[in-house]
């Protein structure tokens, strides 16, 4: 059975780091791309980061740059995403999800949704940023 397991989430202080992890079981995450997606309340889901196959290329949204940082452990099946400096702003659900087929990258930066849906969807882990 396909399944993707959030964990790393919880209450943390404006400036301070998290570090989520994505468990991947039933198949390997080596030849898929791995997205991270958040849902604040009240507002759509958002691409937070994609990693891709082969060379890994990298993706973030401007608002991300230089404060998310997404890597992969193939050994571990399991990808990762590094979370320093957050705001109030960032407080939301944060999903993770694959996608094995060659397009993949090109949909988790589309959104990974609707036409760009990815695959294989976790059910989240919950990041709350609050003094």
């Known amino acids: 059975q396909v399944q993707l397991v959030e964990s790393g989430g919880g209450l943390v202080q404006p400036g301070g780091s998290l570090r989520l992890s994505c468990a991947a079981s039933?198949?390997?995450?080596?030849?898929?791309?791995i997205g991270w997606f958040r849902q604040a309340p009240g507002k759509e889901r958002e691409v937070v980061s994609c990693i891709g196959t082969g060379d890994e290329k990298t993706y973030y949204p401007n608002s991300k740059k230089g404060r998310f940082t997404i890597s992969r452990d193939n050994a571990k099946n399991t990808v990762y995403l590094q979370m320093n400096s957050l705001q109030p702003d960032d407080t939301a659900r944060y999903y993770c999800?694959?996608?094995?087929?060659?397009?993949?990258?090109?949909?988790?930066?589309?959104?990974?949704?609707?036409?760009?849906?990815?695959?294989?969807w976790g059910k989240g882990t919950l990041v709350t940023v609050s003094s």
């Open positions: 039933g198949f390997s995450l080596d030849y898929s791309t």
């Open positions: 999800a694959a996608e094995p087929s060659p397009t993949g990258f090109t949909q988790c930066v589309a959104g990974g949704e609707g036409y760009y849906g990815m695959r294989y």
